[in-house]
């Protein structure tokens, strides 16, 4: 019991460590990615091409003093950004890395990670209200109003994924997708849902709750120092979590679709023959596996990283009404009337998976017996 115990304090340590590593270096990698866009160098000083530049960030935040605004709450606005880092952390407990790399393999991951980000809007009007700022507070009810509304939108499409996959769990819902991912199933969902992460997260071209132009920087205009670190690392860190849920929604997390896909409809003989010598394959040659998943898995991770820089170089900056419009009016009812089509759907083929997922429920011809 206790070295279960110190094996789950260790794992989740180096969980900590490599998210708040990840977020340093993803800062770097916007940084360089916008450059090349924009036909700039980017940070190419500190260290060999840069690469020590987040370390140099962090140092100059760590060094800048910190003045607390006058009549501000001092134990929420010193609060705040600690514990929306600490929520932001907790939320990769249960996500799952590879087939056997995942801190808390729960029943109800997906509604684990709903709560967690559900209540991050708590610590974004707190933090917003404690500094006795108008600016930081406007920023707080924009951030508050564009989170509730596009949380709807990815708690409908999520709906979806559970419809299909039969199963709350990130590791069911990823074996689901081994024949074929969502992202091909429920391709305007896969759609809708990228657009909807960038307003979740405050992103360009939905970065409305931070407008340098009318807010100077939003809630946290008056943190500055360590707060305004901790601020930074669990919007990062946010980011790069939902680039994660995304990838084991709808791009089936470390798994490829089989190479012998087709040959299942039309040969089940060679299908059998094939099945049997790449599950030979897989057992002699199970840490070799192990690392094949775990880069694939980072390689679409990194995808949708791409896609978060490539639309902030790209876009321009939505007015905030255009924004709100967008979510209730178009985006709520097209994931209600999609949400429905997939269920008349999938009662239409026999009814609900129980297990395994309705496309490999599908494929297996289970549907047409």
């Known amino acids: 019991m206790v070295s279960l115990t110190v094996?789950?304090?260790?794992?989740?340590?180096y969980l900590i460590l490599n998210v708040i590593l990840t977020v340093a270096f993803l800062t770097l990698f916007e940084r360089k990615v916008l450059a090349s866009i924009q036909k700039r160098k980017g940070p190419?000083?500190?260290?060999?091409?840069?690469?020590?530049?987040?370390?140099?960030?962090?140092?100059?935040?760590?060094?800048k003093e910190n003045p607390v605004p006058q009549n501000a709450s001092s134990v929420l606005f010193f609060g705040g950004p600690l514990v929306l880092l600490i929520?932001?952390?907790?939320?990769?407990?249960?996500?799952?890395f590879n087939n056997v790399t995942v801190v808390s393999d729960i029943n109800i991951g997906i509604l684990y990670v709903f709560m967690v980000s559900s209540l991050n809007t708590l610590n974004i009007i707190v933090a917003g209200w404690s500094s006795n700022s108008r600016y930081a507070f406007l920023g707080a009810l924009r951030s508050i109003a564009q989170v509730i509304a596009y949380e709807v939108v990815i708690g409908i499409i999520i709906i979806n994924i559970i419809v299909l996959s039969g199963s709350l769990n990130f590791l069911k819902i990823v074996w689901a997708q081994k024949d074929l991912w969502y992202a091909f199933v429920l391709w305007a969902q896969f759609f809708l849902f990228f657009i909807a992460m960038l307003a979740e997260t405050n992103r360009h071209p939905?970065?409305?709750?931070?407008?340098e132009s009318e807010l100077v920087s939003g809630y946290?205009?008056?943190?500055?120092?360590?707060?305004?670190?901790?601020?930074?690392?669990?919007?990062y860190a946010n980011i790069i979590l939902l680039c994660h849920v995304a990838t084991i929604l709808f791009l089936g997390g470390w798994t490829m679709p089989d190479i012998y896909f087709f040959v299942k409809f039309f040969s089940v003989e060679y299908y059998m023959y094939?099945?049997?010598?790449f599950y030979t394959l897989r057992s002699e040659f199970y840490y070799l596996t192990w690392?094949?998943?775990?880069?694939?898995?980072?390689?679409?991770?990194?995808i949708y990283l791409f896609a978060f820089i490539w639309v902030r170089a790209t876009l321009p900056r939505y007015r905030y009404?255009?924004?709100?419009?967008?979510?209730?009016?178009?985006?709520?009812?097209?994931?209600?009337?999609?949400?429905?089509?997939?269920?008349?759907?999938?009662?239409?083929?026999?009814?609900?998976?129980?297990?395994?997922?309705?496309?490999n429920h599908f494929f297996s011809g289970d549907v047409f017996m």
């Open 206 to 211: 939905f970065d409305l709750a931070e407008a």
């Open 44 to 63: 190419n000083w500190t260290g060999f091409l840069g690469i020590l530049q987040p370390l140099a960030d962090a140092l100059k935040l760590i060094l």
């Open 7 to 13: 094996y789950f304090i260790l794992l989740s340590l």
């Open 87 to 96: 929520l932001s952390l907790s939320a990769w407990f249960v996500i799952p």
């Open 220 to 235: 946290n205009v008056e943190h500055s120092s360590v707060l305004f670190a901790l601020f930074f690392l669990s919007e």
């Open 274 to 277: 094939i099945d049997e010598f």
């Open 321 to 359: 009404d255009q924004l709100m419009r967008l979510g209730w009016k178009v985006f709520v009812p097209i994931t209600i009337g999609l949400v429905f089509i997939s269920i008349s759907l999938t009662l239409f083929f026999d009814g609900f998976p129980s297990e395994g997922g309705y496309i």
């Open 291 to 302: 690392i094949y998943h775990s880069f694939v898995y980072i390689i679409k991770v990194y």
